[in-house]
T-cell receptor, first 114, second 114 residues
Framework: SQELEQSPQSLIVQEGKNLTINCTSS?????LYWYKQKYGEGLIFLMM?????EEKSHEKITAKLDEKKQQSSLHITASQPSHAGIYLCGADRYEGGSNYKLTFGKGTLLTVNP | GAGVSQTPSNKVTEKGKYVELRCDPI?????LYWYRQSLGQGPEFLIYFQGTGAADDSGLPNDRFFAVRPEGSVSTLKIQRTERGDSAVYLCASSLTRDYNEQFFGPGTRLTVL
């Protein structure tokens, strides 16, 4: 099975600080997805990356997939309390990036102190 | 509503009982997924429907678990003879088609087996 390791497991930052969350796979990632989850709520889709070296941004969040397609990072600039939650990376197993049967990491719990 | 809905939001049952968890996907989404999330873990795939048929049920842990989607819309996850180890959050997701990249998740049903 394709296992995803996320680091750190948890992170506490002061509002306004930048932070990075990493997601590493032992196998090539054909489709890498970032989701955010708040307690008691479902997962909110953030971004999807498919190509080596790809980078996408939405508001203050930037996600990158390395050239080897085995590691992705999620970077938040000038963090706000609204960024707090659990960040999950997920990957599908099939070449071509088909949306199917996501495998997730354990998540990174982000706390942003005002 | 426009999103994926799940009922009930919380379910407490006794060991050995039967439970049904319901998922209403986004209208028009042909692909539907069930995942299970234990505390401190990422979601784990259970079953995938394309239309009315279960295209992949390889994630169901044993034959006590069964899911249906008789009309290609609403899905019900059924668990017989519940065990304490079944306690988890059960998440449902839908996507426009199997190959559309974004899975939209519902808020989940928190199942507690006493």
């Amino acid at each position: 099975s394709q296992e995803l390791e996320q680091s750190p497991q948890s992170l506490i930052v002061q509002e306004g600080k930048n932070l990075t969350i990493n997601c590493t796979s032992s196998k090539t990632l054909y489709g890498l997805y970032w989701y955010k989850q708040k307690y008691g709520e479902g997962l909110i889709f953030l971004m999807m990356l498919q190509k080596g070296g790809e980078e996408k941004s939405h508001e203050k969040i930037t996600a990158k997939l390395d050239e080897k397609k085995q590691q992705s990072s999620l970077h938040i600039t000038a963090s706000q309390p609204s960024h707090a939650g659990i960040y999950l990376c997920g990957a599908d197993r099939y070449e071509g990036g088909s949306n199917y049967k996501l495998t997730f990491g354990k998540g990174t719990l982000l706390t942003v102190n005002p | 509503g426009a999103g994926v809905s799940q009922t009930p939001s919380n379910k407490v049952t006794e060991k050995g009982k039967y439970v049904e968890l319901r998922c209403d996907p986004i209208s028009g989404h042909t692909a539907l997924y069930w995942y299970r999330q234990s505390l401190g873990q990422g979601p784990e795939f259970l079953i995938y429907f394309q239309g009315t048929g279960a295209a992949d049920d390889s994630g169901l842990p044993n034959d006590r678990f069964f899911a249906v989607r008789p009309e290609g819309s609403v899905s019900t996850l059924k668990i017989q003879r519940t065990e304490r180890g079944d306690s988890a959050v059960y998440l449902c997701a839908s996507s426009l088609t199997r190959d559309y990249n974004e899975q939209f998740f519902g808020p989940g049903t928190r199942l507690t087996v006493l």
